[in-house]
């Protein structure tokens, strides 16, 4: 499809195991839109982070990309070799990790840790270049010029993160991928640093994977949303179609088990638990909690359908 | 009647640096009882640092309070004989946050379940033992021959987190300490593990305190709530009256910051003003808050009572009565709530 800034294209990622290799990611396809927010939601050990780094060829064995391509604009970056995929890191896809407190490095200054990132892409920048520049990164996330001085044991959670997403976007990456970048932080800080990314997105005018499993956050953020279930995208729609009217009964599901604020006793779990990957079940692999489920789905796995651009679903039934 | 623990005027300093003369606040006195007879579910709500987990650590007797005292059945704890604080080790139960790190890799899960067992001596033949630990199992949704034999890797998050409520469970407790316990686990596994929470409270009438930051589920489980900033308890009282029409502005900016499910986006808007830290005196909210008077500056705000079963520290409620200290107890007495209640659903 044309007009993406990004495609993944039956992509399959597996980890080798003494009884045979377990596939984390399965034959997984989607395309993203220059400045679109793609949310990937999904529960732990879904394949949602496999996915990422898969993206971004940084699977370590024993993971290995087995198959299927990805594209950013019209490179295929499977066809790239090491050093190249290494420059276009950062510099063209860039990514906000999970937990900042431990991507950063813990004896550096933030200075430091952006100059650093400048001058590993071959930016050759004078000493007075390099401090406006990071002046101007740093209050493009919202932090005062004097945070370049600080260690990072010396910043809040909030702040660790915001400086996280400074160094993501100091080479005006195309597409930012935002693992979880909240999950440790504190609902009002959540907030802020939500904000943040999205005004920066906005000024780079870049496109925004955005990785997590809390789908109120999804709701208030991305304009699309993948969920994936047991390393496939069971569903892709639009986020205003997928909370009205979610097609596959996970989507459901998982919406229906989340906590509300305005109205009570309608907490529900789903029921089962999530599948092993060696032992995945056959044919759908959400039948066994599926309250759906017919005799197909437990013989025949459902293939990803599309409706309409930009939507799809795989499931026999939605 | 007594109650069964009690805390009076308990507050919590750490000191540190040199001569201890940096001490930090970790909670500002606190009268709290847990009274048998009306068991409830009382949330605790707040930030990292707001001081939640250091009440669940006194309320367990793992710390001592800088002031005041902790009592279990009307006595004292530091005065409890050796068989009081072992009735005391049994009727009151914790759960905590990581359902990984409490587990030893090396044992099988029995392990975790067999040794309340033997050290409280709850069972007098091996048969018994069995019987009760597959029972407590069953209790929070779990099938005792999926789970016994295996080793915690070979389970998720969610089945090990039920185990610890089984563990707790096995000993007939009186009240639970529940620290953040669903906050590692996945969301579709959260409303089973507050269900039996709930089921706990409700069939067996056992006490929870259920310490969270998550307004949302804090909501769904508790009958009351208290939500605690900087070491202080700002708002506090019956779950719908604190949820649905907060007092303090605190409250009214966590539940304002929580993205909702819903195809309106009203989230992001206001942000709070700076935050330079709490001021020196005077309502510790004062320098994020948008409606902060000068006298909240000059004076530490009392609760008031704004209504029966909810109070709140805002001097902007000064026209209610106040709500002394030791009487935060009334406002937090569970009132049964007709007709609400979690759907836990059971393994398929």
């Known amino acids: 499809m044309s007009g993406s800034v990004l495609r993944v294209d039956r992509l399959r990622v597996a980890y080798d195991h003494p009884l045979g290799p377990v596939r984390a990611v399965d034959e997984l396809s989607f395309s993203l839109r220059p400045r679109e927010r793609f949310g990937l939601a999904g529960e732990s050990g879904s394949g949602k982070s496999t996915m990422a780094l898969a993206i971004l060829r940084m699977i370590k064995p024993p993971g290995r990309i087995e198959g299927g391509a990805v594209w950013l604009d019209d490179i295929a970056l499977s066809g790239l070799a090491d050093d190249e995929m290494r420059r276009l890191r950062l510099a063209a896809i860039a990514m906000v990790p999970q937990g900042s407190m431990n991507s950063l490095n813990p004896v550096a200054r933030i200075r430091q840790q952006i100059s650093d990132a400048l001058a590993d892409h071959g930016e050759r920048l004078s000493k007075r270049d390099a401090e406006t520049r990071i002046r101007t990164l740093l209050a493009q996330v919202g932090l005062p010029p004097e945070i370049a001085d600080r260690y990072p044991h010396e910043l809040s959670g909030g702040m660790k993160q915001r400086a996280c997403i400074a160094i993501a976007i100091c080479l005006r990456p195309k597409v930012i991928i935002a693992d979880e970048p909240t999950s440790a932080l504190d609902v009002v800080v959540q907030r802020q640093v939500m904000e943040t990314l999205g005004h920066v997105q906005a000024e780079l005018g870049a496109a925004v994977i955005l990785i997590g499993h809390d789908i109120g956050l999804m709701a208030q953020f991305v304009d699309r949303l993948g969920i994936m279930y047991a390393g496939r995208l069971v569903e892709v729609a639009p986020i205003r179609d997928i909370i009205t009217a979610p097609r596959h009964p996970y989507t459901r599901m998982l919406i229906e088990s989340l906590p509300s604020l305005e109205r009570k006793g309608e907490l529900r779990g789903i029921p089962g638990l999530a599948p092993v990957l060696r032992e995945l079940p056959s044919g759908c692999a959400f039948h066994p909690r599926c309250p759906k489920a017919q005799a197909r789905c437990r013989t025949e796995k459902p293939a990803v359908r599309a409706i309409g651009e930009d939507a799809s679903v795989a499931c026999h039934f939605a | ?348």
């Open chain 2, 1 to 348: 009647m007594t109650l069964l623990l009690e805390l009076r005027s308990v507050s919590k300093h750490f000191t540190g640096g040199m001569l201890g003369r940096d001490r930090k606040v970790a909670l500002e006195p606190l009268s709290f009882a847990v009274d048998p007879a009306l068991p409830g579910i009382t949330a605790v709500v707040g930030e990292s640092g707001s001081g939640k987990t250091t009440l669940a650590r006194l309320l367990l007797g793992l710390i001592e309070p800088t002031e005041g005292e902790v009592r279990y059945r009307g006595r004292p704890l530091p005065t409890l004989s050796g068989a009081e604080r072992r009735e005391f080790r049994r009727e009151v139960q914790a759960i905590f946050q990581d359902p990984y790190e409490v587990y030893n890799p090396f044992y099988r899960v029995d392990h975790v379940l067999t040794t309340p067992v033997r050290k409280f001596r709850l069972a007098v033949t091996q048969t018994e033992a069995r019987r009760l630990v597959e029972e407590a199992l069953r209790v929070v949704g779990l099938r005792p021959e999926e789970i016994l034999g295996r080793y915690p890797h070979q389970l998720s998050g969610g089945q090990r987190q039920r185990i610890m409520v089984a563990r707790a469970l096995l000993l007939q407790p009186r009240l639970i300490v529940a620290d953040e316990p669903v906050s590692m686990v996945d969301a579709s596994l959260r409303a089973t593990i507050l269900g039996s929470l709930r089921k706990l409270n409700e069939e067996l009438g056992i006490s929870i305190l259920y310490i969270t930051h998550d307004l949302a589920t804090a909501y769904q489980v508790a009958d009351t709530i208290l939500v605690l900033y900087r070491a202080s308890v700002v708002e506090a009282g019956d779950v719908e009256l604190v949820v649905k029409a907060p007092r303090h502005p605190y409250t009214q900016l966590l539940i304002s910051a929580i993205p909702r499910v819903s195809t309106v986006r009203d989230w992001g808007a206001e942000d709070p003003k700076s935050q330079d830290g709490p001021p020196a005196y005077g309502c510790k909210f004062a320098d994020r808050c948008p409606v902060a008077m000068p006298q909240c500056l000059a004076a530490v705000p009392a609760l008031y009572r704004a209504s029966p079963r909810h109070g709140a520290a805002c001097f902007r409620l000064s026209e209610w009565p106040v709500l002394p200290p030791e009487d935060i107890g009334e406002v937090l007495m569970p009132a049964r709530r007709p007709g609400s209640r979690i759907v836990a659903t059971t393994p398929a």
